[in-house]
């Protein structure tokens, strides 16, 4: 009777490295998902502080509690071009103290920013 073989077959290694490899494709892309959408949420911020620190600064300089979008942006204004991230909406009037909230980054998600 000839000897019971004794290990694994190639076959099985192969199962097994395939079935792993698998696994780590499925996580790294979950991974890749959630950095990518981490990485735009943070994009999106840099536009939100420089209105909230324009609109304070119309706030200051007019005594007034309430700023319309016009003016903060433009050749002449405080921001000279308001650039969208991801395909964002932003608000188009800003009151003084008063969160204000950034709707439809990259098509889904919305950001509530407090000044």
Do not use: W
């Not at 709707?103 to 509530?112: D, E, F, L, N």
């Amino acid at each position: 009777m000839p000897p019971a073989p004794r290990g694994f077959a190639v076959r099985e290694i192969v199962l097994v490295l395939t079935i792993v490899a698998g696994f780590a494709v499925a996580a790294g892309t979950v991974l890749y998902r959630k950095a990518r959408q981490d990485s735009i949420d943070k994009a999106v911020m840099c536009p939100i502080r420089q209105l909230a620190a324009a609109a304070d600064q119309y706030y200051l300089e007019n005594g007034v509690s309430t700023v319309h979008l016009d003016q903060l942006v433009g050749a002449t204004n405080y921001i000279k071009a308001l650039n969208t991230v991801a395909g964002e909406t932003y608000p188009t009037f800003y009151t003084q103290g008063r969160t204000f909230t950034v709707t439809g980054v990259a098509g889904a998600r919305t950001i509530t920013y407090a000044p």
